[in-house]
């Protein structure tokens, strides 16, 4: 008998998913979420966040931190119960209703295949650093081809490949942490914490207007409970829930008091990475040229774990009915060939928006990939504040994995991603309208699925 029944018309989405391989490990789940995070939120947008809010920023990433642990635990704590590549979408399917069920799976599919063409574009850029004179585009379709090949493998091979790509990128930001922590404390850099007009140069309500970078910085957390429906064993799950939360936290909290202290505020720019703007400023011969081949892999990172995030999502709605069937089958390796392809129409995206605005592509891109984001955000803790009012002490006990802030830990978080969500929406008519023709378009989508579901 399941812990907590689910609604009798509602089917676990996991009976529809057979066929996936369950091959990955704590290790790379870990890394395909981390390398979906690391990209281009963190070692290009946070250019933008400095500009919103100058050091302050620091406070920024501190609240964005929280909310994602509270993300990072809920849905630990639904994964470790229920592993499927639907993920959220199933959640909120199960413990909230089909309709937010489904917009959280789609729009966050719609964003995040989106947004697979903000690290392509940004991928473009720094090779700019080097060979200024070969058209972006060129960039953009080579760089798609790679991650193509990459996830049209076995997901064990999908998986060895995203961790050691990843790893790259970890392993030179804590390498940059404590050379950048060894500048400042040596003084071989003047901290520029309070020397460009203060620590709120835009005044005291500037972090609170960039906290939605900092959360889109942190998005990737959720890219966890997507690896479930293949991982290795169910046990795998809480550790690589907390293990995900904390190496992100860690690194994002450090790199950007590190960014702050070292680069004044004022001189960030969203055409090069802040990482090689520091490294330029403390006059390390040869290092820039290596920190933009690491954030260079960084963004393909990225793009290569939107792209299995993605393709897994569309392969669960096809299996389930709220997608064409034919996204639901596999390939002899495991993989959803057909979802793959359809997930990759950021990439066309991309070069639509690098052709259009070159210069502001990144944040075009970034701001329609962030409703998708925040959404699934939201419809998880939702879900888990359901699911845990449903349970008895003893259910709670007994659950695989528990989130230390229970149930009251998801509601502040609710509440918390809620005011970002309109903060952000009505922060400009662009946005606004923007975020109502998305949900509008969603909306009428469900309602015409659900209708030939019925038929069907």
Known sequence: MPLVPAAP??????????????????????????????????????????????????LSYIVAAFIAYTVAMALGELASLHPAAGSFGVYGELYLNQYLGFL???????????????????????????????????????????????????????GRFEFWFAMIKFATIVAFILAG?????????????????????????????????????????????????????????????????????????????????????????????PFVSVLRLARVPAAAYFMNFVVLTAALSGANAKLYVASRLLFSMGRSGWAPARLGKL?????????????????????????????QAFLYIMGAAFSGLILSWVVSLAAHVSFRWRLTPQQIAALPMRSPLGIWGSMLGFLLVSAAVLQTLFSSRINELGGLVFFAGLTLAYLLLKRRRKVS
Request: net charge neutral; charged share 10%; aromatic share 10%.
């Open 181 to 273: 922590a060894a500048l400042l404390v040596s003084g071989h850099v003047t901290p520029q914490y309070t020397a460009q007009g203060g620590f709120f140069p835009k005044g005291p309500i500037a972090p609170l207007l960039a906290v939605f970078l900092a959360i889109y910085a942190f998005g990737g957390v959720e890219m966890l409970a997507v690896t479930t429906g293949e991982s290795r064993s169910p046990k795998d799950i809480p550790r690589a829930a907390r293990l995900t939360f904390f190496l992100l936290a860690g690194l994002y909290l450090g790199a950007i008091i590190v960014l702050v202290g070292v680069m004044p505020w004022n001189h960030a720019g969203v055409s090069e990475s």
């Open 104 to 158: 959280c799976r789609a729009g966050y599919w719609a964003s995040i295949a989106f947004s697979i063409g903000a690290e392509l574009v940004a991928s473009a850029t720094y090779m700019t650093y080097w060979l200024p004179a070969v058209p972006a585009e060129l960039w953009v379709l080579l760089f798609s081809a790679l991650i193509l090949l990459v996830n049209l493998r076995s997901v064990s091979s999908f």
């Open 9 to 58: 018309e509602v089917v676990p989405e996991s009976i529809h998913e057979q066929g996936l391989h369950h091959q990955l490990t704590v290790g790379q789940m870990t890394m395909v979420a981390v390398g979906g995070s690391i990209g281009t939120g963190l070692l290009l947008g946070s250019a933008a966040a400095l500009e919103i809010a100058g050091p302050s920023v620091i």
């Open 331 to 359: 390939n002899s390796s495991g993989s959803p060939r057909l979802a793959l392809l359809v997930s990759s129409y950021g990439i066309v995206t991309a070069l639509i928006i690098e052709n259009w605005a070159p210069k």
